[in-house]
């Protein structure tokens, strides 16, 4: 099942046990919940699924289990994070033998390339698989901004059909649109500016607190886009101070935090991430109980 790119793709959180191994039967339950709210497609190993510190195999055991349990009801995403070009076209190739049917695609990761470098490395995936590929624009985390120009030049590559805007401005999807029309799907991917986003015309939402809170994510996204603005903004208000958990450098623990609330995650990570205590515990804790009191039925 191809992704066409529009609706709501929630970033999937990868749980774990207490003994550190990949908490499967967790997960199931959480993507089930995904499923019955209605996303358009789930995305694995991205930031919030802890890529960088899951085993490749746990990484392909994790695609493949999707696959499986999603049983073509939507369509599977593995994200590529790497640091190499040849462990990227790698990861491509094991990702569509484990059946995912998309890729979510960085820049490489911790070598600062520049434009050409960086073209060349999403040209090598994209020449490397016949999965329809994302490009995660993220310059604020991940220090590289897919400018226009870049897009211009991916433009010809049929494989290359989306990007997970994250770039913080807002305008950038206007930009996009301005210049590319719909040759790009536009996927906003940061959550306190997905309202902004949809209303100029992003066709979808790469979601982080729809982990712990599906129905309300998905609501807004369909008031969006059938013009219903005043239903989508009085969610919106309300879910704001939870999807500002999204944009701190914790949002892996936060965003587990609020699964716990909702009763679809654990608290669990992976070293050197360590579970919330103390006062920072209490505060997340205190933001989440009081917007669950004033949750929309």
């Not at 392909?60 to 939507?74: I, M, P, Q, S």
């Not at 979601?207 to 603005?229: C, M």
Request: hydrophobic share 45%.
């Amino acid at each position: 099942m191809l992704p066409l790119w529009q609706g709501v793709y929630p970033a999937l959180t990868t749980p774990f046990t207490d003994t550190d191994s990949v908490d499967y039967q967790t997960f199931e339950k959480n993507m089930e919940a995904q499923i019955a709210a209605g996303v358009h497609g789930l995305v694995l190993g991205g930031t919030l699924g802890e890529a960088s510190s899951l085993l490749n195999e746990e990484k392909y055991d994790l695609v493949r289990f999707t696959v499986e349990k999603a049983a073509g009801r939507v369509p599977v995403v593995m994200n590529i994070a790497e640091q190499t070009t040849r462990a990227a076209v790698a990861a491509a190739e094991e990702a569509r033998r484990f059946g995912a049917s998309g890729l979510m695609l960085l820049p490489p990761m911790r070598y600062k390339a520049d434009d050409r470098e960086t073209l060349a490395y999403f040209r090598a995936v994209a020449d490397a698989t016949p999965l329809p590929i994302m490009i995660y624009n993220n310059p604020v985390d991940y220090k590289i901004l897919v400018t226009l120009d870049m897009f211009e030049a991916m433009a010809s590559w049929p494989t290359i059909q989306a990007v997970k805007e994250s770039t913080r401005d807002v305008s950038n999807v206007t930009r996009m649109l301005n210049r590319f029309g719909d040759r790009f799907k536009i996927l906003c991917g940061v959550d306190t500016l997905a309202l902004e986003s949809l209303l100029l015309g992003a066709h979808g939402w790469v979601a982080g607190l729809v982990d712990a809170f599906p129905a309300e994510t998905v609501a807004i996204f369909r008031h969006a886009k059938a013009g219903q603005v005043e239903e989508a903004r009085r969610l919106y208000q309300w879910f704001l101070p939870l999807l500002e958990l999204d944009i701190h450098p914790k949002l892996v623990q936060y965003i587990k935090l609020a699964e716990v609330a909702t009763g679809l995650g654990t608290e669990h990570v992976r070293a050197p991430r360590l579970v919330l205590e103390g006062d920072e515990r209490e505060q997340i804790w205190k933001i989440i109980q009081e917007a669950m009191a004033k949750r929309p039925g």
